[in-house]
């Protein structure tokens, strides 16, 4: 989530004594001379807008303020431009987050009845939810996630109609508030796509389905006219996808470790004012630590700690150069970072367009902007949760509790909160219309709106709608719009059930990238007698560039036919260096790999493509990675997968995976470090590890070291022993397990480090 530490803080739980969050015998004396920190008192909206920076020619007003809302963290705007609120009421309302389990949270709609740009209508349409993260509004019903339960609910206008109903809830098992599934993001392709999770949601009737997906981000999702997904990580700001999502995905039995996204900048931040309440702020090489968390002239934080919700700027106010912007936020040091992405060959690259300035930043410490949107008026929103306390107590150290309390931070615990809107200068608004009133050709039309938010929900009426009337109008957009028309209008036309080849065929033989290959996409979704008719245009298709090539190898493995194998294998082999080329072409070939291999790959050496195309055809079922364990070594297992997904939340350094997190912690699966010598593995839960480390030959540095596990009162030998039977048993790994007499042995051994962390060449002696 957005309340975040100071790096990986891998299998930490609660402490039972010391505060939640300290490492035992580290000496956290204060860096932040006190004459220089200020006080932080409770700011009215009119003195909070003084305390901004922002970039030149922008102007940012608030759109609504306690009373009216209270304690925000996430929106979702209806077809009318309502905003429709997740209040987190509740979250940390005291140092030691007493009664935080108490149901006090709301979803409110926020309404500007007279058109002056500013809410002025509050109504409740739930309330006593526990911590609620994520909202998604429909026509009939609204989609929201709490700190227990992923639901829909239906309505009635701005009331609900009946009692929510529990889509899932093991998808919010394990974990704090910190590390619990959120986003509910509408993407291009109609599914909606989650941060902190490895599922996605396909809507069907009044039911919804969970689906496969790649495991993204912690807290916040956004997605671009393209569908390409952007999360984060707490100490990560920007991560770009490379691909559609899950592209490389469609052949289940097939495991290929493909990292098909990137990071995007850097992540300096340049706060305004000093920042001492960051958890591990104490570290410093002044006190011997080897990094400095603020910056020893400044006394500012360097890097960020809490990254946040995020959005790509895809509006009509702002200046054309800020089309496609990332503006990330970050609440521990008060700002919003922009992040300029750049393309090139189907490369992204982000970059800092202010130099050494953010686009927003606050001397308010109470200032916390969670969330980002771009708006039905073609500005940027953001979100304010306007609370004192920003981090859980599950992590909070003892040096953060006095910083907080010293300034009274932790009062009031909730009241306040606010939205705010950004806007140029020299940009229009757009009239904020309301899109439910609009049908058929009309609301056709809306698709060729420049304002995304407008064509999104467009999209998303007409496929809730799937009004037999609007499809011819759709299918004349697929073949005579722009690019981005063209791709809303069949991918609006595949939601509704209604994609047929033809809409289709004009895009794959364009000239432009982004829509061939979005195109390419879309024809996976066609059944089998459709992508029959579509066959000839795909086994002709020419990538226009690199870009499309995964595109097109995914296409062509569902067709099946000689010539598609042909074509498939002369792009194989043209383009063996283009970047996931060959997992798109697996991904695609489920059910046909050993027809492809004989009829395509008889000389081939490539030991690795033939190695997949083996695996995926003898259609292993996915077993349990256990099942070779029994008895109390099995018990031991489940102990330790309870372990690594829930209270001890190692998933969110590692990955549900294990195929680790870019930034925060190197993978488990397939790692020596996990299946060899149980001793190595124990000293590493035991007492942390610095890096670099080198796993299965490749070099991983997280950018903060794995903290001492055995400096943690609440884990005992058997959890060690648990954790260490589980992740030496799950994904591919197969090793003998660990008993309670070795972690015993093994924590009185190395009793005399204390809590100093393991260097790989350390453990390698």
Not at 355 to 382: C, H, M, Q, W
Not at 456 to 485: D, N
Not at 652 to 665: I, R, S, T, V, Y
Request: glycine share 8%; hydrophobic share 40%; net charge neutral.
């Amino acid at each position: 989530m957005f309340f975040r530490i100071t790096g990986p803080l891998l299998l930490m739980s609660l402490l039972a004594t010391a505060q939640q969050g300290d490492d035992k015998g580290v000496k956290m004396d204060p860096v932040v001379p006190e004459k220089l920190i200020p006080p932080s008192p409770v700011l009215t909206v009119d003195q909070a807008l003084k305390t901004f920076e922002l970039a030149p020619g922008f102007v940012i007003e608030p759109v609504a303020a306690e009373p009216l809302v209270d304690t925000p963290v996430c929106l979702d705007f209806d077809p009318a431009g309502r905003m429709w609120v997740c209040e987190m009421r509740g979250y940390m309302p005291d140092i030691d987050g007493k009664k935080e389990s108490d149901p006090q949270g709301r979803i409110v709609i926020l309404e500007d009845t007279n058109a002056d740009g500013k809410a002025d209508k509050r109504t409740v349409f739930l309330d006593k939810l526990l911590l609620p993260r994520a909202i998604s509004v429909f026509q009939d019903g609204v989609l929201f996630m709490d700190e227990k339960r992923l639901c829909w609910i239906k309505r009635k206008g701005d009331s609900p109609s009946g009692e929510p109903q529990v889509i899932d809830t093991k998808i919010m098992q394990g974990g704090n508030v910190e590390h619990k599934p959120n986003g509910l993001l509408a993407n291009l392709d109609n599914r909606w796509y989650l941060a902190k999770s490895d599922r996605r949601l396909k809507r069907a009737g009044d039911t919804w389905e969970l689906e496969t997906s790649t495991f993204r981000g912690q807290w916040g999702i956004a997605r671009d006219d393209y569908g390409r997904l952007y999360h984060n990580n707490n100490s990560t700001l920007l991560f770009g996808d490379l691909l559609a999502p899950d592209l490389l995905l469609g052949n289940p039995d097939v495991k290929m470790k493909a990292k098909d996204f990137t990071q995007l900048g850097s992540n300096r931040v340049w706060p305004i004012r000093v920042t001492p309440a960051v958890n591990r702020a104490y570290i410093a090489k002044a006190h011997g630590f080897d990094n400095d968390t603020l910056d020893p002239k400044t006394y500012k934080l360097i890097s960020a700690t809490a990254a946040s919700g995020m959005t790509i700027y895809r509006g009509t106010n702002f200046p054309a150069d800020w089309q496609g912007t990332a503006f990330a936020t970050e609440p521990v040091c008060n700002l919003v970072k922009a992040i300029r992405i750049t393309e090139k060959d189907g490369v992204s690259k982000g970059e800092h367009p202010l130099d050494e300035k953010e686009f927003l930043a606050s001397t308010d410490e109470r200032f916390r902007p969670v969330s980002a949107y771009t708006a039905p008026d073609g500005s940027l929103y953001i979100v304010d949760m306007y609370h004192g306390i920003i981090q859980h107590n599950t992590y909070m150290t003892s040096y953060l509790r006095k910083q907080t309390l010293d300034r009274g931070l932790d009062a009031p615990p909730y009241g306040h909160g606010r939205i705010y809107r950004i806007r140029s200068k020299m940009g229009k608004l757009q009239p904020v219309a309301d899109l439910t009133n609009l049908h058929g050709l009309d609301l056709v039309r809306v698709l060729t709106n420049p304002n995304s938010w407008q064509r999104e929900t467009a999209q998303r009426l007409l496929v809730e709608r799937k009004e037999a009337a609007t499809i011819p109008f759709l299918e004349k957009l697929a073949k005579a719009g722009t690019p981005v028309q063209k791709i809303h209008a069949f991918w609006t036309l595949e939601g509704m059930g209604a994609l047929k080849a033809d809409s289709l065929v004009t895009s794959i033989q364009t000239k432009d990238a982004k829509l061939q290959s979005s195109a390419l996409w879309a024809s996976t979704r066609l059944d089998a007698a459709e992508l029959s008719k579509l066959a000839p245009a795909l086994v002709a298709a020419s990538p226009t560039d690199d870009e499309v090539v995964p595109y097109l190898a995914r296409a062509l493995g569902r067709v099946g036919t000689p010539a598609a194998f042909a074509k498939l294998a002369d792009l194989l082999a043209k383009k063996s260096k283009v970047p996931f080329v060959r997992e798109a072409a697996v991904s695609g070939l489920d059910q046909n790999e050993l027809a492809f291999k004989e009829a395509a790959l008889k000389d081939s050496k490539d030991t690795a493509l033939l190695g997949w195309l083996d695996q995926g055809a003898r259609d292993a079922k996915s077993k349990p990675a256990a099942n070779h364990l029994t008895g109390e070594a099995l018990a031991s297992f489940e102990r330790g997968k309870a372990l690594f997904h829930g209270e001890a939340a190692c998933f969110g350094c590692h990955g549900a995976d294990g195929d680790g997190m870019p930034n925060l912690g190197p993978p488990l699966d397939s790692s020596e470090w996990v299946t060899g010598n149980p001793r190595n593995l124990l000293n590493i839960l035991l007492h942390g590890l610095t890096g670099p480390i080198t796993v299965d030959g490749e070099s991983y540095s997280p950018e903060s070291d794995m903290p001492a596990l055995g400096a943690n009162p609440a884990i005992s030998d058997q959890d060690l022993a648990d954790i260490s039977t589980y992740i030496r048993n799950e994904w591919s790994n197969k090793a003998v397990p660990v008993t309670l007499p070795q972690a015993k042995y093994q924590r009185d051994a190395t009793k005399a480090r204390g809590a100093k962390p393991w260097t790989a060449a350390e453990l390698g002696k």
